[in-house]
């Protein structure tokens, strides 16, 4: 049965709002709570990557309790409209902390934000794991991910553009309560959005979902060291990333607004425009045009390379004086997204390149393994990054702002190179050792992978002429 336009829409209707709620708590809650709440910067990482870990282990317990579950609505949409209901509501809270200080405040936080990833993964897994079931057309199912994995990029790309212009119009002077009228009216979409998902797209059929525990995982994963050496990769180069994403609007706060009084908002909203902007570029357009003359490793390099170079542009221009120009820090900042957006794509090629290896070596195709693992260590980078920066900051000594958004509070001289240093030599550090790990340890190559890919066509060339 094929899918029609409407449910085609709906579904990246689902996808919009589901990651508008997941770039809003992943992008901001670090700045929330430390920024303007006041917890050490330590406590709130260390809680985030804490919680993080636990629920990418938690996916696969959710993946197997959906796969028991049998309703007149189906196997996947009760879950996910339950899974929104609950975590639109925890959204809230998230960002709507009361006034309480002290024990109280940490103790709510901890909480509240655990429960969120909890309620969130309960939605997650069945939007994701319900496309087989909604249709039996192979293209179909290929499109329905790719409108999924798109419209996922433009729900994030609203909430890194919008969030803190739509704070600013909406707070009335305090950035506390424009986050929880933000908050309130991302939940709002999201309930609305995978309300219309469930009752648009309808599941034809009953599939067998099969989903690897933790201990499948991490055995699929030993056994095969190529997806090992990949999953190291994406731990890094994420890594990298998240550092600065969870650090550049304190950059802009208070080295553009504090420093210069600028329209700091305004200026953390160009860079986020043009970096995300790039990063699709990156993925949709150069990588395309580099594949044209590059092996997949060369271009590997390249995008490393590239990065570590826009890293090192943002760190000269601070020490020239000269990062206050925020036209001038988004060529570096396009530079890095863009990078960002190639390395992407090819640590996904590069895995499912390494599930044609372990085949071969094992003789086992363990592709539902691996590729369950790419989600478990995207959440796991995003956890140590966190961590970093939570640690880091209070190591320099950054004091939270108050709550208004008028008058910023002054940094130091020192805490502002610390903070320099922090969203800038941390990274180039992670993505050179990425460079060289690779270097020493993938060997899958074009000729390699080419090679392996025609070895297996041979081999079920052979299976179905003895069947026959």
Known sequence: MQLSLKQKIAFGLGAIG??????????????????????????????????????AINDPFMGILVAMTKTKWGRFRPWLFTGTILNAFVL?????????????????????????GMTYTIMDIPYWS????????????ENLSVIGRTCAGVGSAVIQVGTMLSVTALGGGSEKHGFKMVALIVGIVFIITEVICCLV????????????????????????DQALVVVIGIVLINSALYITSNLIILFFKYYIGGASG????????????VGGGFQILGMMIFYPLLRKKFSNIKIFRIALVGAVIGYAIILLLCFAGLAQNAVLDCIPG???FACNGILTVLTTVFLSSSVDYGEIKTGHREESVIFSMQTFVVKLASGISVAISGIGLDIIGFKGNSDQTGE???????SVRGLWLLMTIIPIVVLVCAFF?????????????????RILREKKAELRESKE
């Open 334 to 336: 396009a530079l890095v």
């Open 262 to 273: 600028g329209d700091w908002v305004g200026s953390y909203t160009l860079f986020t425009t």
């Open 437 to 453: 790990f690779f270097k020493a340890k993938f060997k899958l190559t074009d000729e390699v992978t080419e090679e392996n890919s």
């Open 92 to 116: 809230y809270a998230l960002f709507a902390a009361p006034g309480t200080q002290g024990k109280g405040l940490l103790v709510y936080f901890a909480v509240i934000y655990i429960l969120w």
């Open 408 to 414: 910023i509070v002054q940094q130091s001289a020192a």
């Open 201 to 224: 797209v309808k599941e034809t059929h009953i599939t067998k979902m099969e989903t690897p525990t933790v201990k499948e995982m991490f055995k699929g994963l030993f056994s095969n």
């Open 130 to 141: 319900m496309i087989p079931a909604v249709t039996d057309t192979p293209k179909d199912r």
């Open 18 to 55: 589901k990651d508008m709620v997941y770039a809003l708590s992943a992008g901001y809650v670090l700045y929330y709570y430390q920024d303007l709440l006041g917890i050490k910067a330590s406590f709130v990482g260390v809680i985030l990557m804490v919680a993080r870990v636990f629920d």
